[in-house]
């Protein structure tokens, strides 16, 4: 292929990349500037559905979100190309002195090229508390809709990194594709699956036990 016919992906790559870093450090300016000035967002939400149509409605909404003065770290997942769109994603975690922490996920779906973001389909899990770290060796992780598609392998990975060897990590999930997926993946890394439990609200209950590696 010719080189230039590169460049609008690697292109969008780049824009991509700029538009998750920009959220992670919550810089709204350099969220305006990689944004086209009609690009349009669809993101769902906790509550249901959100459209919005204009890089400034955008920029607003994240940071209506984000801008609250706390104290934040951020997980940014790393940009990955389906098709002619890029996956991106990210977990920040939130702090204030006196309140419990708060972390929220989100991914989405990039439209991007020439150095701008014109569209983007977002999920979020919306914020939850962060769980008290566990003294009884059972940790709880409440993954939301969040699915190995789009962050969740990821995460998984990361919380067992941090366990101790012999220690179980309870994962709830409403992705109905994760109860097929998780499970093997655990398994790839030397873990011990130890259930997988269908729960009332339709959500699904995944256990696993720490390995030894």
Same mark, same amino acid.
């Given at each position: 292929?010719?080189?230039?016919?590169?460049?609008?992906?690697?292109?969008?790559?780049?824009?991509?990349?700029?538009?998750?870093?920009?959220?992670?450090?919550?810089?709204?300016?350099?969220?305006?500037?990689?944004?086209?000035?009609?690009?349009?967002?669809?993101?769902?939400?906790?509550?249901?559905?959100?459209?919005?149509?204009?890089?400034?409605?955008?920029?607003?909404?994240?940071?209506?979100?984000?801008?609250?003065?706390?104290?934040?770290?951020?997980?940014?997942?790393?940009?990955?190309?389906?098709?002619?769109?890029?996956?991106?994603?990210?977990?920040?975690?939130?702090?204030?002195?006196?309140?419990?922490?708060?972390?929220?996920?989100?991914?989405?779906?990039?439209?991007?090229? @020439? *150095?701008?973001?014109?569209?983007? +389909?977002? /999920?979020?899990?919306? &914020?939850?508390?962060?769980?008290? $770290?566990?003294? %009884? !060796?059972?940790?709880?992780?409440? @993954? *939301?809709?969040?699915?190995?598609? +789009?962050? /969740?392998?990821?995460? &998984?990975?990361?919380?067992?990194? $941090?366990?101790? %060897? !012999?220690?179980?990590?309870?994962?709830?999930?409403?992705?109905?594709?994760?109860?097929?997926?998780?499970?093997?993946?655990?398994?790839?890394?030397?873990?011990?699956?130890? !259930?997988?439990?269908?729960?009332?609200?339709?959500?699904?209950?995944?256990?696993?036990?720490?390995?030894?590696?």
């Amino acid at each position: 292929m010719p080189k230039g016919r590169l460049w609008p992906l690697v292109s969008g790559k780049r824009s991509a990349e700029v538009f998750r870093d920009a959220v992670c450090a919550r810089d709204f300016a350099a969220l305006d500037g990689v944004l086209a000035r009609d690009a349009d967002m669809r993101a769902l939400l906790p509550g249901g559905l959100r459209e919005y149509q204009s890089a400034a409605e955008v920029v607003a909404v994240f940071r209506s979100w984000f801008d609250d003065g706390s104290r934040i770290s951020a997980d940014a997942f790393p940009v990955e190309t389906v098709g002619t769109r890029y996956r991106v994603g990210w977990r920040l975690r939130f702090e204030e002195d006196g309140c419990p922490a708060r972390v929220v996920v989100q991914t989405a779906v990039v439209d991007a090229e @020439a *150095g701008r973001v014109y569209g983007l +389909d977002l /999920l979020c899990t919306g &914020f939850a508390e962060e769980s008290p $770290a566990s003294t %009884s !060796g059972i940790h709880e992780f409440d @993954a *939301g809709q969040l699915g190995c598609a +789009d962050g /969740l392998a990821g995460e &998984f990975r990361r919380r067992m990194s $941090a366990l101790p %060897s !012999g220690d179980v990590l309870r994962v709830g999930t409403r992705d109905p594709a994760a109860k097929e997926d998780l499970p093997p993946l655990a398994r790839l890394l030397g873990h011990r699956v130890l !259930g997988v439990e269908a729960r009332p609200d339709g959500s699904t209950l995944i256990t696993v036990e720490r390995g030894n590696e």
